[in-house]
T-cell receptor, first 114, second 115 residues
Framework: DADVTQTPRNRITKTGKRIMLECSQT?????MYWYRQDPGLGLRLIYY???????NKGEISDGYSVSRQAQAKFSLSLESAIPNQTALYFC?????????????FGEGSRLTVL | AQSVAQPEDQVNVAEGNPLTVKCTYS??????LFWYVQYPNRGLQFLLK??????LVKGSYGFEAEFNKSQTSFHLKKPSALVSDSALYFC?????????????FGGGTRVLVKP
């Protein structure tokens, strides 16, 4: 089983719908992240959380919200989806110790907003 | 602010030939530097990192990268490419002084190794 699991893997929705992407991890890491990937733009950070009570905005948080339900769970919500939120979304985790920044990624959730 | 540039959208190389994927970075302090690889329909996988010490870093699958502070570069290299190395490669940087583990990624370089 994957250490970082994302659901759903693929989702097609319509403009204006609410969407939740879920992430769970078995690595025991404190830190969790949501990135989106767009062709040619690499990965851009949406939100990150260093523990259950800590939520921080990334560089492109507008239109998104997150919830850290437990150490192992971090969900990303689009309250009212729009077509330019069509992208591949990745959840990632990292360990607090060492603090050098290596991230461990899930396999991605492909979201299409029509 | 920190940024990463990968100047090549795609690199084509014949199997058995050397592979180089270029990366330059900008940070206000000293960097931590990373390379990740993404195979089709998969998440990113860590390849190697530069933290401190020897400028030549060796990583997974025979890859290595050289940190060049004066040129602010961290190019990824493999002496003899394999068809299975065909994938999307991302360079990433983090300012050592920045709080947390927020990485900034380059736009990615697609590597195509032809038999």
């Amino acid at each position: 089983d994957a250490d970082v699991t994302q659901t759903p893997r693929n989702r097609i929705t319509k403009t204006g719908k609410r969407i939740m992407l879920e992430c769970s991890q078995t690595k025991g890491h404190d830190r969790m992240y949501w990135y989106r990937q767009d062709p040619g733009l690499g990965l851009r950070l949406i939100y990150y959380s260093f523990d259950v009570k800590d939520i921080n905005k990334g560089e492109i948080s507008d239109g998104y919200s997150v919830s850290r339900q437990a150490q192992a769970k971090f969900s990303l919500s689009l309250e009212s989806a729009i077509p330019n939120q069509t992208a591949l979304y990745f959840c990632a985790t990292s360990d607090r110790t060492g603090n050098t920044g290596e991230l461990f990624f899930g396999e991605g959730s492909r979201l299409t907003v029509l | 602010a920190q940024s990463v540039a990968q100047p090549e959208d795609q690199v084509n190389v014949a199997e058995g030939n050397p592979l180089t994927v270029k990366c330059t970075y900008s940070v206000s302090g000293n960097p931590y530097l990373f390379w990740y690889v993404q195979y089709p329909n998969r998440g990113l996988q860590f390849l190697l990192k530069y933290i401190t010490g020897d400028n030549l870093v060796k990583g997974s699958y025979g890859f290595e990268a050289e940190f060049n502070k004066s040129q602010t570069s961290f190019h990824l290299k493999k002496p003899s490419a394999l068809v299975s190395d065909s994938a999307l490669y991302f360079c990433a940087v983090r300012d050592r002084r920045a709080a947390g583990n927020k990485l900034t990624f380059g736009g990615g370089t697609r590597v195509l190794v032809k038999p």
